[in-house]
């Protein structure tokens, strides 16, 4: 069964940073885009970054140039790292892969953001 995991959330104060990561089993990623998307409470589902098999990342206007994505095909993960935390970062983070059966979501990670 293939399944996304992730990890790493937390509190965390105002301008303060945190790594999430997503751990893959039952399949690689190594050739699949890779996403990491957030939602707030009472707010859409919002796309963060995207990272493809052959090195093309993409952000989010919200989130550029404070989080970055990046994987590891060895260890079948991706993470993001965010630096310079808002308050309106607060919500629960998710990674997605799209695999041949479609789209495959991790049960999410919670980041709040709180002094």
């Known amino acids: 069964q293939v399944q996304l995991v992730e990890s790493g959330g937390g509190l965390v104060q105002p301008g303060g940073s945190l790594r999430l990561s997503c751990a893959a089993s039952?399949?690689?990623?190594?050739?699949?885009?890779m996403y990491w998307y957030r939602q707030a409470p009472g707010k859409e589902r919002e796309f963060l970054a995207l990272?493809?098999?052959?090195?093309?990342?993409n952000y989010a206007d919200s989130v550029k140039g404070r989080f970055t994505i990046s994987r590891d095909n060895a260890k079948n993960s991706v993470y993001l790292q965010m630096n310079s935390l808002k308050p309106e970062d607060t919500a629960v983070y998710y990674c997605?892969?799209?695999?041949?059966?479609?789209?495959?979501w991790g049960q999410g990670t919670q980041v709040t953001v709180s002094s």
């Open positions: 039952g399949s690689s990623f190594s050739g699949n885009t």
């Open positions: 990272s493809t098999s052959f090195g093309y990342t």
């Open positions: 997605k892969a799209i695999a041949s059966t479609g789209e495959i």
